[in-house]
């Protein structure tokens, strides 16, 4: 299988910093409760005049930038959202026109809402696999409006999300292993958001019943894309889990007996960004200096739909 090169990343968070006591003010919780049962001490929302394509398009020109690349050298844009400005255009194809990708490059959006970037990645390797694109380079975004489809009268859900756009230039490597591995199983009543059009478009969710899905799932994608690729936890330098909650994450380090400081959270900060929250979390990690060449990273996402995924990725 070819492998994957991310040759860079960037991310782009709204201005608006909301706290946990804020929002407290706005309905009946506490920063004691949402710290306590998620992890989570605030979130980034987007505020009037702000677009879902602008946050990605901004996103995509810092990490196209950092690989010392330009618009026209973009062979594909595949942006993972279930929070798009519009139905039509796709977020993807209104990076195209902000970012003035070329023609040849096609764009489109993955809703696998919070396994999407995973999975637009998953597309991307393809399409490059293929070797029909006009140029090597991809853009792979997550970009989130989470604020947008949440009612902000509902406590069970609107302290959990946050807005947000990580974006990835990738390119084939045989130096680079990957393997991926992506299920789904239909499933509308545990997590279900109307959005652009519905008559209600606010997110509605089973919370036990995902936390019990979650916590299920995300050790069997870890466990079961390590088998196939013939290697064990202690190959991987870094997990990192889609930021859904971080006892979410607890429950997943106990089951596998795992080394906690091996699993990356940053929950605390964005909270739940969907789709954005894994390359969010990437270029994070990468700032911070905690990515170096040759380390692996493995990467898994679950979320509405349902789906779920996981990534093992050469840096
Ligand atoms: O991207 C994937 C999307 N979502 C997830 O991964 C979420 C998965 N689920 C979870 O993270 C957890 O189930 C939650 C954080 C959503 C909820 O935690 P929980 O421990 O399962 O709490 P609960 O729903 O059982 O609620 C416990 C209590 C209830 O009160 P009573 O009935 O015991 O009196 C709720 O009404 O907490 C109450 N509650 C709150 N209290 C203060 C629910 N939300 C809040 C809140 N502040 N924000």
């Known amino acids: 299988m070819d492998g994957l090169n991310i040759l860079a990343t960037g991310r782009k968070i709204p201005a608006r910093c909301v706290t946990n006591d804020e929002l407290s003010r706005m309905v009946d919780t506490s920063d004691e409760w949402i710290t306590t049962r998620t992890g989570i001490r605030q979130r980034y929302l987007s505020g009037e005049g702000e677009t879902n394509a602008a946050q990605a398009a901004t996103a995509a020109a810092l990490a196209l930038e950092r690989a010392g690349l330009t618009a ?50 998953e597309i991307a390797r393809c399409f490059l696999a293929a070797g029909r694109l006009d140029s090597p380079y991809a853009l792979v975004i997550g970009s989130e409006f989470v604020s947008r489809v ?51 478009q606010t997110l509605h969710m089973q919370g036990k019943a995902v936390f019990r899905f979650a916590t299920e799932i995300v050790p069997k994608s870890i466990t079961g894309l390590l088998e196939e690729a013939g290697k064990t936890l202690d190959a991987v330098d870094h997990v990192v889990c889609h930021q859904a909650n971080g006892r979410i994450i607890d429950h997943v380090v106990k089951k596998l007996g795992a080394p906690p400081e091996k699993f990356y959270k940053n929950i605390q900060r964005y909270a739940n960004t969907s789709s954005a929250s894994i390359p969010i979390a990437l270029d994070e990690m990468r700032e911070l200096g905690l990515l170096q060449p040759g380390q692996t990273v493995l990467c898994v996402g679950f979320g509405a739909g349902l789906t779920w995924g996981a990534t093992l990725l050469t840096i």
């Open 72 to 121: 026209k050298d973009v062979g594909l844009c595949v942006v993972a959202t279930f929070t798009p400005d519009h139905s039509t255009p796709s977020l993807a194809c209104e990076v195209h026109g902000l970012l003035g990708l070329p023609e040849s490059a096609p764009a489109f959006d993955v809703n696998a809402a919070c396994t999407g970037f995973l999975t637009a990645l």
């Open 150 to 200: 949440v009612d902000f009268h509902d406590r069970s859900t609107c302290v959990l999300f946050g807005d947000g756009a990580g974006a990835a230039v990738v390119r084939l490597s045989e130096n680079h292993p990957y393997a991926c591995r992506l299920g789904a199983r239909g499933d509308a009543e545990i997590l279900h958001a109307g959005g652009l059009g519905s008559q209600d």
